[in-house]
């Protein structure tokens, strides 16, 4: 289990890293078959670890479905987008979807720019990403 994991329903944890980088996670299962990773803040080289090893952790010990909202970022590095990109080639390989929640301008922008909009499987809101798996039902 990672080190700062936080459980539903409690604050999410902040991890100051380098000058002014803040990142904020939660985990919460809202339903049986689905596991929400949200990120808030900032996601860049020096907390990315942080965030790998949440998403690791929520597609180790999750549900058939994983969703990562990234929806309340203000800052998404590249490798902030390969760690998400390796958590979907993880989930894949353990017959998971990994879903992620767009909707900032920073989040789609880099998808767009890097090609990988039409590569991962995205959504706008958490209700749309949360949409019951045909294998859900």
């Not at 767009?102 to 990988?116: N, Y």
Request: aromatic share 4%.
């Amino acid at each position: 289990m990672p080190t700062s994991f936080i459980v539903a329903g409690e604050p999410a944890i902040a991890e100051r890293c380098g000058l002014d980088t803040l990142l904020g996670i939660t985990q919460s299962t809202p339903s049986l078959s689905t596991t929400v990773v949200t990120a808030t803040g900032e996601i860049d080289y020096n907390n990315v670890g942080a965030f790998r090893e949440h998403l690791g952790y929520a597609i180790a010990t999750s549900t058939r479905l994983v969703v990562v909202d990234l929806s309340r970022l203000t800052f998404l590095s590249i490798s902030g987008l390969q760690a998400i990109l390796d958590a979907d080639d993880q989930a894949r390989s353990r017959q998971r979807v990994l879903r992620v929640v767009t909707g900032t301008r920073c989040v789609d922008r880099l998808l767009e720019v890097c090609g990988q909009d039409a590569e991962l499987e995205t959504a706008q809101t958490i209700a749309a990403a949360c949409t019951p798996m045909p294998w859900a039902a």
